[in-house]
């Protein structure tokens, strides 16, 4: 079956940083690109940040571009997201999601169940 | 990045069909056949319905078609079921190498 498990969500203080991982199985996990999506209480998907099969195409949203990280490791089947100078609207759940292909273009087609982030004093 | 734009809200009865819109520019929708269409139950993950404009994953029903012309890509549901009742998520992929959403629509099965 194929899965995605996010972790390493929780609670953080403004300005203060928080890695999330993605444990994949089920499928080659070094074939597709992999990409972070989040959604805010309430609110609509937004795509965070988004990384190729072999690491020619890392993309970011200008939102987070300069603060967060997007690596995998294809050994451990992992993805993740260094997030540092967290601030209140970067508070969301955050999903990882598959990408149908090698390339950053093509759509997510399996999704985790989210971890999720609160910032806040 | 500005995000896709999609009406807040939709609503049909059983059996009825509706349509989606999603307006985007020539960055993003209008620039490429890399638009998406995404179903979310409330407290699930998103589920792809719709890729690259118009073509359907494996199980999803053929009641779901997409479509694109110009800078508008668009999402019918077709023989409206209790089911279908849920937000649907256009995106597409744009010029800067990102991916953008639309805001979302919730479908109200009356």
């Known amino acids: 079956e194929v899965q995605l498990v996010e972790s390493g969500g929780g609670l953080v203080q403004p300005g203060r940083s928080l890695r999330l991982s993605c444990a994949a199985s089920?499928?080659?996990?070094?074939?597709?690109?992999m990409h972070w999506v989040r959604q805010a209480p309430g609110k609509g998907l937004e795509w965070v940040s988004g990384?190729?099969?072999?690491?020619?195409?890392?993309g970011y949203a200008d939102s987070v571009k300069g603060r967060f990280t997007i690596s995998r490791d294809n050994a451990k089947n992992s993805l993740y997201l260094q997030m540092n100078s967290l601030r209140a609207e970067d508070m969301a759940l955050y999903y990882c999601?598959?990408?149908?292909?090698?390339?950053?273009?093509?759509?997510?087609?399996?999704w985790g169940q989210g971890t999720m982030v609160t910032v806040s004093s | 990045q500005s995000a896709l734009t999609q009406p807040a809200s939709v609503s049909g009865s059983p059996g009825q069909s509706i349509t989606i819109s999603c307006t985007g520019t020539?960055?993003?929708?209008?620039?490429?056949?890399?638009v998406s269409w995404y179903q979310q139950h409330p407290g699930k993950a998103p589920k792809l319905m719709i890729y690259?404009?118009?073509y359907r994953p494996s199980g999803v029903s053929n009641r779901f078609s997409g479509s694109k012309s110009g800078n508008t890509a668009s999402l019918t549901i077709s023989g409206l079921q209790a089911e279908d009742e849920a937000d649907y998520y256009c995106?597409?992929?744009?010029?800067?190498?990102?991916?953008?959403f639309g805001g979302g629509t919730k479908l109200t099965v009356l």
């Open positions: 995106s597409s992929y744009t010029s800067t190498s990102t991916w953008v």
């Open positions: 089920g499928f080659t996990f070094d074939d597709y690109a």
């Open positions: 999601a598959k990408g149908s292909a090698r390339w950053l273009r093509r759509a997510f087609d399996i």
């Open positions: 690259e404009v118009s």
């Open positions: 990384f190729s099969w072999n690491s020619d195409s890392i």
């Open positions: 020539s960055s993003d929708v209008g620039g490429y056949n890399y």
